[in-house]
């Protein structure tokens, strides 16, 4: 649980692999934008800051969070040298159920991808009640979520290289 005296996006880059020669994809929904490209700028930033070289960083664009799964399937089908894809998103509970099936949608498209490709996807889709949980999750109080995404990618290309 996330506590405002703890901010959860600290790393020590000492403890995790040079980015140097990795290769990311993320893929970014442009519903919620607000909070979506703070999310990509904490990621960004954590993998160039790990050594990660920004042309190595690619980015495309879906519509929406539940289109996240089909661009995160296309993005890995598409590059073959790709080490882990990142999906950033942001759901906002509504007054209707859609935020229930989008979400479990989601979740469950994220797992079938870690189930069937060769790299991890890394789930950076944030689920609030409201607007103000997720400015304080996409680079506020409670730290970057996009900055964790990118922190968990690195330690899995780790993994996945070792085995």
């Excluded at 894809?85 to 079938?112: A, N, R």
């Excluded at 400015?135 to 506020?140: H, K, L, T, V």
């Amino acid at each position: 649980m996330a506590t405002a005296n703890k901010n959860l996006s600290e790393y020590d880059k000492s403890t995790l692999p040079d980015a140097q020669d990795f290769k990311v994809g993320i893929v970014v929904s442009e519903w919620n934008d607000q909070i979506t490209e703070g999310l990509f700028s904490g990621a960004q930033s954590a993998l160039t800051d790990c050594g990660m070289a920004v042309e190595n960083i690619i980015r495309w664009n879906v519509p929406g969070s539940f289109e996240l799964v089909f661009g995160a399937r296309k993005m890995i089908e598409t590059y073959e040298d790709l080490d882990a894809v990142i999906v950033i998103g942001c759901v906002i509970k509504g007054e209707t159920m859609h935020f229930e099936f989008v979400c479990e949608g989601v979740t469950q498209g994220v797992k079938d991808l870690n189930l069937m490709a060769d790299i991890p996807t890394i789930f950076c889709v944030l689920t609030d009640n409201n607007q103000e949980q997720s400015i304080a999750r996409s680079g506020g109080v409670h730290g970057n979520k996009g900055t964790e995404a990118a922190i968990a990618a690195l330690k899995m290309i780790e993994l996945n290289r070792k085995y």
